[in-house]
């Protein structure tokens, strides 16, 4: 018959079995680590690519004004190298053409005014004139404010926003637009040789009583840091837990000593109890 396990030595067995956690377990909680800490990462890549983004529009807004893109260009136009740069063009307004794009702005909810501009070339830019409210929607509430010879409009060269707004899609058969869609309009109005871009116009541009330009909002989130912060913050707190938990036998000290030791019991020793063994003080 074996001996009987005493209960000091299951005490001292259990924390080796708590350190020795789960493989299952272990392999989770350092990929989750690992995963955290390259979020953590990515983020501060982010937040680096967004500081020169913002420093990048800066200087494009505030440089000197440069003729928009000719037709030879236009292939080439993208977001990275050409959106908010400051241009003029010039030209006569087609009023015939315009589109009114709803907008919610500064000054409330109404409509952008988008009227394509003919250059010298025979070309087409759509220019956004402005902004104007809902009870001025109809053309014949302004057609003494639009300008009917050559112009020369300065403002910001934006990209086309196709797909239409927020949860909203461009119905052009019922002329509702969300978005300033350039393709879109060009093909509905009839247009050809049309930019792929369209021009905001600034505040200069306006006419007395017509759309109140220079209304673009330039803003670009920059929450990076937090949420890299976040990210390592977790990972630190899922590493704590980790140490916790798996080092919880190297950590957890044994018993103290409390001066007392327990002896198997003899024929002379003094029983507490059936088979007590006999209690020595130590010097």
């Known amino acids: 018959m074996s001996d009987p396990v005493?209960?000091?030595?299951?005490?001292?067995?259990?924390?080796?079995?708590?350190?020795r956690p789960r493989l299952w377990l272990t392999v989770l909680s350092l990929t989750a680590f690992a995963v955290l800490i390259a979020l953590g990462i990515w983020q501060i890549e982010r937040r680096a690519w967004k500081l020169a983004l913002i420093d990048r529009v800066e200087q494009r807004v505030h440089a000197p004004a440069q003729p928009?893109?000719?037709?030879?260009?236009?292939?080439?136009?993208?977001?990275?190298?050409?959106?908010?740069?400051?241009?003029?063009?010039?030209?006569?307004?087609?009023?015939?053409?315009?589109?009114?794009?709803?907008?919610?702005?500064?000054?409330?909810p109404g409509y952008w005014v988008l009227t394509p501009l003919k250059r010298d070339d025979g070309t087409l830019v759509l220019v956004n004139r402005g902004f104007v409210p809902s009870e001025r929607?109809?053309?014949?509430?302004?057609?003494?404010?639009?300008?009917?010879?050559?112009?020369?409009?300065?403002?910001l060269l934006r990209i086309t926003e196709?797909?239409?707004g927020f949860l909203r899609n461009n119905v052009p058969q019922h002329n509702r637009w969300?978005?300033?869609?350039?393709?879109?309009?060009?093909?509905a109005r009839g247009l050809d040789k049309v930019a792929p871009f369209f021009v905001d116009a600034d505040a200069g541009s306006q006419t007395t009583g017509g759309p109140i330009g220079g209304?673009?909002?330039?803003?670009?989130?920059?929450?990076?840091?937090?949420?890299a912060l976040t990210w390592f913050a977790l990972a630190f707190m899922l590493a704590g837990?980790?140490?916790?938990?798996?080092?919880?036998?190297?950590?957890?000290?044994?018993?103290?000593?409390?001066?007392?030791?327990?002896?198997?019991?003899?024929?002379?020793?003094?029983?507490?109890?059936?088979?007590?063994?006999?209690?020595?003080?130590?010097?």
């Open 68 to 108: 928009a893109p000719s037709p030879a260009a236009w292939p080439a136009i993208s977001t990275a190298n050409d959106e908010y740069r400051h241009v003029t063009v010039a030209g006569r307004f087609l009023h015939d053409h315009e589109t009114l794009v709803q907008a919610v702005t500064e000054e409330g």
């Open 162 to 164: 196709p797909k239409g």
């Open 137 to 155: 929607r109809d053309a014949s509430t302004r057609q003494g404010d639009n300008p009917d010879g050559r112009v020369e409009i300065t403002g």
């Open 215 to 227: 209304l673009t909002v330039i803003r670009f989130p920059n929450n990076h840091l937090i949420y």
């Open 241 to 283: 837990k980790l140490l916790v938990t798996f080092g919880g036998g190297l950590f957890r000290g044994k018993k103290p000593w409390n001066g007392f030791v327990h002896e198997p019991a003899g024929d002379a020793a003094r029983r507490t109890g059936s088979d007590a063994g006999t209690i020595v003080e130590q010097a």
């Open 6 to 19: 005493r209960p000091e030595e299951s005490e001292a067995r259990e924390p080796a079995r708590a350190a």
């Open 178 to 187: 969300y978005s300033r869609d350039v393709a879109a309009i060009a093909a």
